[in-house]
């Protein structure tokens, strides 16, 4: 039984770890993404205002089905620009924001400095408290 109990408490840890080691890999993204410039390939396309990158693919149903409705969702209530980048013709742009994964949501401000980065699902109630949250920084 306290074989069990300590195994238990180890995988704990061990989660709690790899979740601040995650969290901590996102904050040095973003430090790192805001001293540098977009990629030219992307910033002629950015609309003036903050703007929600949205990396997809051409065979990412969960792109489509889920998280593409979300999305317009959020246009329509808030204030905000949405840019859908395919993560795979787009490469370059990908592999500039570190997408790992279809979907990805980054969130960008007015200057188009990132803010936040979502990889995976986003659901909605979470990108609305992200855009208000950037939204209250313009």
């Known amino acids: 039984m306290l074989e069990r109990l300590f195994i238990l408490c180890f995988a704990t840890i061990a989660m709690i770890g790899v979740w601040q ?48 409705p979300i999305l317009n969702q959020l246009v329509n209530a808030v204030k905000i ?13 990908a592999s500039f924001y570190g997408v790992m994964t279809v979907p990805t949501t980054i969130l960008l401000d007015s200057t188009h400095t ?5 990889h995976g699902l986003a659901p909605l109630h979470q990108l609305r408290q992200q855009v208000a949250e950037l939204l209250e920084v313009v």
Do not use: M
């Open 21 to 68: 080691l995650w969290r901590y890999y996102q904050a040095k993204q973003l430090v790192r993404l805001a001293k540098v410039a977009v990629p030219a390939t992307l910033s002629s396309r950015l609309a003036p205002g903050p703007t929600v990158l949205y990396f997809t693919g051409p065979h990412c149903a969960q792109c489509r089905l889920q998280q593409s």
């Open 81 to 93: 620009n949405l840019q859908t980048v395919d993560a795979v013709q787009e490469g370059e742009v």
């Open 114 to 118: 990132p803010k936040a980065i979502n």
